[in-house]
């Protein structure tokens, strides 16, 4: 059996500490943004994140969790059934609801006077269009689509053969953002949240430690993190490569912003907690399945 189950705890705790910190997020001295209620703040972070969006792409995605999570737990593999259950699971519907959950759950009283989150909470919001946000989210969706991933990595084999300019405006944007190793973190815990899941349910059928999962998982971090990469290289391709070398370079320079590093950190925080919750459920499902209970 493929099981590579339960948590390594101190493994567990170097993820999340892995993971963007609002405390540690640098600071601007603009003026604070108009007081507002945890109401009103949460739907403004909300659009400003682009939550809708990000939900969209998490639905998308669903499809290669699944896959990969039936690889690892699900005695035969994944099926049209299995991807079907994942999908209502992460309905972005129901993703995006969850989305307004994490944000209004982290509006502190600080947060929400946090001058370094003005320009989100303001009137004027932050730039989506000017920093490439919902490009990428929309290169996160269209690489889920069958075929997308290969003919992506073609065309960026192809840039690099040529020696496109525009891929050294493309390196120093993944520079500014860097937004691996928060990746790599995320991964590490859904797929423990998963874990979780799984073993809340009963779905282990022998006694795993977390020792037996800690040396798992230290076995595929170097694969999971150029995989990782890799991914990360073909989305910001897609997304920004068509825009050419001047436009790259703007929208790393708004990345560079201070208010753009707080919210984007935020942001990717309150993913990684939704993709979490996400993959308990998950879990779970695939431990009703594996003992044969309807799903």
Known sequence: ????????????LLAVLALPQGAGAERVTSQAPPALGAETAAEALFRAGLAEQRAQAVGAEAELFADRMARLYLTHGSSPDWRAEVARIHDPARVSALFLGAIEAQLTPALIDDPALGPALGATGVSTETEGRGLELAARIELTRPGALSAAALRLGRDQKRGAVSLAALRALLNVTDP????VAARLNREVAFARGFAAADG????VTPDDIAADLMLQLREIRTETRMRTELTYHAAFAPL??????????ARRDPAAQRLDALMARIESEVLEQLAAETGRAAARRLKGTAL
């Open 1 to 12: 059996m493929r099981h590579f189950r339960a948590v390594a705890t101190a493994l567990c």
């Open 180 to 183: 691996v190793p928060q990746m």
């Open 204 to 207: 282990f059928e022998f006694p």
């Open 244 to 253: 050419g070398v001047a436009a790259i370079d703007r929208i790393a320079a």
